[in-house]
């Protein structure tokens, strides 16, 4: 039930950009993105409930299309500080009050100088 | 501050030995979920908690019991440890479809 994610690690310099799509087998109910440097706590970057809609959090955005089960996060002008990993964590209702949140297995994602 | 607490922050074991990793949150949130990370398999849910005295499992339940007597404390319990339960687990807490807030990990390793 872990949607799955790609790529699993991407390299890049300071300026490009990259997106990290993830898929789910299942109907999704929502979609949350963040992100984790190393030995640290994963940070949370944004949601996407139902409806498509595009969010954005300075340069990183991210899309949601619940039909196809996918969301990507586009990652534009790619700062030092974006290096780490990127966990897509897809929500999905159990009962009538209950949901199940699982997470994919990350993208690494290193931006150089 | 808002947050979200885990002890013992790291901790080493033998195999058997019943442990308590405490996580409490200051946030009154309903939702609260446990964590264990392990290299290239991501982060897998083991037990979840929609409300007091409402917990469900997650993927990786086998090995571990949670309770939820109290909204803001939510520990996981390791009745005998073993090996393969050597991983980071994360504790975390939400208000129902918002955004996850982290505790700082417990790194457990069992010999």
């Known amino acids: 039930q872990q949607p799955v994610q790609s790529p699993q690690a991407v390299i890049l310099r300071e300026g490009e950009d990259a997106v990290i799509n993830c898929s789910s087998s299942?109907?999704?109910?929502?979609v949350h993105w963040y992100r984790q440097k190393h030995g640290e706590a994963p940070v949370f970057l944004m949601i996407?409930?139902?409806?498509?809609e595009q969010k954005g959090h300075d340069k990183i955005s991210a899309s949601f299309n619940e039909k196809k089960q996918q969301s990507s996060l586009y990652l534009t002008a790619s700062q030092l500080s974006y290096s780490g990993t990127y966990f897509c964590?897809?929500?999905?209702?159990?009962?009538?009050?209950?949901?199940?949140?699982?997470f994919g297995k990350g993208t690494s994602l290193l931006v150089t100088p | 501050e808002a947050q979200v607490t885990q002890n013992p922050r790291y901790l080493i074991t033998v195999t058997g030995k019943k442990l308590t990793v405490t996580c409490s949150q200051n946030?009154?949130?309903?939702?609260m979920s446990w964590y264990r990370q392990d290299p290239g398999l991501g982060l897998r849910q083991i037990y979840y908690?929609?409300?007091?005295?409402?917990?469900d499992k997650g993927d990786v339940p086998e090995g571990y019991k949670v309770s939820r007597k109290e909204k803001r404390n939510f520990p996981l319990i390791l009745e005998s440890p073993s090996p393969n339960q050597t991983s980071l687990y994360f504790c975390?807490?939400?208000?129902?479809?918002?955004?996850?807030?982290f505790g700082p990990g417990t790194r457990l390793t069992v010999t």
């Open positions: 946030m009154n949130h309903e939702y």
């Open positions: 299942k109907a999704l109910y929502s």
């Open positions: 964590g897809t929500e999905r209702p159990i009962s009538n009050s209950g949901y199940a949140l699982n």
């Open positions: 975390a807490s939400s208000l129902p479809d918002r955004e996850q807030y």
């Open positions: 996407l409930l139902k409806g498509g």
């Open positions: 908690s929609m409300n007091v005295e409402v917990t």
